[in-house]
């Protein structure tokens, strides 16, 4: 079955960079529909960066500008380059899959169908 795994997470000082990844098996990354998600310490799950089939990508408000989001299809991996690392930044992040998809915005967590077990980002001041 399909399986994605996240890796990257640390703890950080605010202003720091990160860079997580997403290794999929049994999934093809270059023609896949990805997408970032995080969950911080009591709140809900929320988008921060999608790719799709077409390699067209969107980033929630909060992250745009920091945050840039790609795939190495040699290497079947999603990337999440974070930067200029804020304590709101906190959580866990999960990557998302879903066969295909043509997308000019965010997508809802429904819409996917594998995931990953996430890996913890923590930003401290």
């Known amino acids: 079955q399909v399986q994605l795994m996240e890796s990257g997470g640390d703890s950080v000082q605010v202003g720091g960079s990160l860079r997580l990844s997403c290794a999929a098996s049994?999934?093809?990354?270059?023609?896949?529909?990805m997408e970032w998600f995080r969950q911080g310490p009591g709140k809900g799950r929320e988008g921060v960066a999608l790719?799709?089939?077409?390699?067209?990508?969107d980033y929630a408000n909060s992250v745009k500008g920091r945050f840039t989001i790609s795939k190495d299809n040699a290497k079947n991996t999603l990337y999440l380059q974070m930067t200029s690392l804020k304590t709101e930044d906190t959580g866990m992040y999960y990557c998302a899959a879903v066969g295909t998809c043509t997308a000019s915005r965010l997508l809802a967590d429904s819409w996917f169908d594998y995931w990953g077990q996430g890996t913890k980002v923590t930003v401290s001041s």
């Open positions: 790719i799709d089939t077409e390699g067209t990508t």
């Open positions: 049994r999934y093809d990354v270059s023609r896949g529909c």
